[in-house]
């Protein structure tokens, strides 16, 4: 889906994986994952309209394949910077980025995007 009306989402994958202690550090490319299909299957909870989903993954994350619902983005070096790129280039498109990253969430509501937490996505 590439719909300029629906707003796009972008997923920090390690900063939420990371908000949760559940072991994900043994198998960070398993967590990232387990994300993926939980958002494929629940979407952003609570986000009316149509959404765009990219799940930024990086490091030992690198590699996780899309799915239907969910564009996978191996970031090339900086996860944060990948994200600040995407934010940059949806123009005018309402932009959500999911993290608790406070200096990436700085970064990106300078170019206009919303943010929220992880708890969006991970309960």
Known sequence: MND???TL????????VGSVPDGWWRDRRGAAERLRDRLAADGVP??????EIVLVVEGAARGVESVPGVRVESAPASGDDHMVTLVA????????VVTADRELRRRVTALGADTT???TVRP
Not at 89 to 96: D, F, K, M, Q, S
């Open 4 to 6: 300029t009306a629906a």
């Open 9 to 16: 989402v972008i997923v920090d994958a390690a900063n939420v």
């Open 46 to 51: 609570g986000h009316p309209g149509p959404v």
């Open 89 to 96: 280039e949806a123009g005018a498109r309402p932009v959500l």
């Open 117 to 119: 937490g992880p708890r």
